[in-house]
């Protein structure tokens, strides 16, 4: 299970900061990531994080609507990730939703669960 948390109403130029926990049993999470879906769009990808710690610089990726904007960071041993958003603009409204690829089983591929979404509402 994935709960997030965190949305809100800001205004432009605001900063929010988004936080998803992951619980239950399960083997390993790979990757988590936030994803954003606003009213008559598909939902998009904003910023994922693998699951591999070595790799956390070289593989972390952000849509080219956030980058140097949002910054995407995870607790390995809590199993959380959060989305500091800053320099909101009124495009980036929508719901964020967290993600994770989730191994069950040690040797049972990755499935993707998805969190309940929170709503962000930047207003110009």
């Known amino acids: 299970q994935l709960q997030a948390s965190g949305g809100g109403l800001v205004q432009f130029g605001g900063s929010l900061r988004l936080f998803c926990a992951a619980s239950?049993?399960?083997?390993?999470?790979?990757?988590m990531g936030w994803y954003r879906q606003s009213p008559g769009k598909q939902r998009e990808l904003v910023a994922v994080?693998?699951?591999?710690?070595?790799?956390?610089?070289?593989?972390?990726t952000y849509a080219d609507s956030v980058k140097g904007r949002f910054t995407i960071s995870r607790d390995y041993a809590k199993n959380t990730v959060s989305l500091q958003m800053d320099s909101l603009k009124p495009e980036d409204t929508a719901v964020y939703y967290c993600?994770?690829?989730?191994?069950?089983?040690?040797?049972?591929?990755?499935?993707?669960?998805w969190g309940q979404g929170t709503l962000v509402t930047v207003s110009s």
């Open positions: 994080i693998p699951g591999d710690l070595s790799r956390k610089y070289a593989d972390t």
């Open positions: 993600s994770a690829d989730i191994k069950l089983g040690g040797w049972t591929p990755p499935r993707t669960f």
């Open positions: 239950g049993t399960f083997f390993s999470i790979v990757d």
